[in-house]
């Protein structure tokens, strides 16, 4: 079992859409969880940041970490062509310095104009 | 601000060379972490750098190496290449005193073995 489960996806949606992105862990020592962006080609972008259990929101992103679940979420809203990208989720724990980050496959996400 | 620069950007390389990645971190930042993503797959942790020492380390043999800086930029060696070394090579700088696993990354190497 991988410590970080992701679907690959792909999802496809239309433009104006709520999107809504999942993860689940099995590591019960995450602590911190992020939401990357990466486009094709490219690099991946942070997009979000967690820590702990709660909700962040941020324009039309929003992230839910619900640790009892070991489920976490990345909400869009009012999707957008420019969201279409991959999008991964990613975990460490707290170690100090040490930071091992553990990514998902990612999910492939096209929004349709 | 510069942000986190690799290079070279594509390589292509046979199997059994040699081949090393370079990175220069983010402005203000002191730690660097290098990730392999093959095709379709998440990033998957190499190894990590900080004070030019390596800190921790990922599931990778041996052939896979690394080298940090005075001035903080880093060096991925990869020896006896394998046609499954084929990916993009990312390098990701951070602040170790920050510690969250909040990570800036380049636009990585893409490598391809034949």
């Known amino acids: 079992q991988k410590e970080v489960e992701q679907d690959p996806g792909p999802l496809s949606v239309p433009e104006g859409a709520i999107v809504s992105l999942n993860c689940t862990y099995s590591n019960s020592a995450f602590q911190y969880f992020m939401w990357y962006r990466q486009y094709s080609r490219k690099g991946p972008e942070l997009l979000m940041y967690?820590?702990?259990?709660g909700n962040k929101e941020d324009g039309r992103f929003t992230a839910q970490v619900d640790k009892s679940s070991k489920y976490i979420s990345l909400f869009i809203r009012d999707s957008q062509p420019s969201d279409s990208a991959t999008y991964l989720c990613?975990?460490?724990?707290?170690?100090?310095?040490?930071?091992?980050?553990?990514f998902g496959i990612g999910t492939k996400l096209q929004v349709i104009p | 601000d510069a942000g986190v620069t690799q290079s070279p950007t594509h390589l292509i390389k046979t199997r059994g060379q040699q081949v090393t990645l370079r990175c220069s971190p983010k402005?203000?930042?002191?730690?660097v972490s290098w990730y392999q993503q093959a095709l379709g797959q998440g990033p998957q942790f190499i190894f990590q750098?900080?004070?030019?020492?390596?800190?921790q380390r990922g599931n990778f043999p041996d052939r896979f190496s690394g080298h940090q800086f005075p001035n903080y930029s880093s060096e991925l060696n990869v020896n006896a290449l394998l046609l499954g070394d084929s990916a993009l090579y990312l390098c990701?700088?951070?602040?170790?005193?920050?510690?969250?696993?909040?990570?800036?990354f380049g636009e990585g190497s893409r490598l391809t073995v034949l």
């Open positions: 990701a700088s951070s602040l170790w005193d920050r510690g969250t696993g909040e990570l800036f």
């Open positions: 967690t820590y702990s259990s």
């Open positions: 402005s203000g930042h002191d730690t």
């Open positions: 990613a975990m460490s724990a707290d170690s100090g310095g040490y930071q091992k980050v553990t």
């Open positions: 750098y900080y004070e030019e020492e390596e800190r």
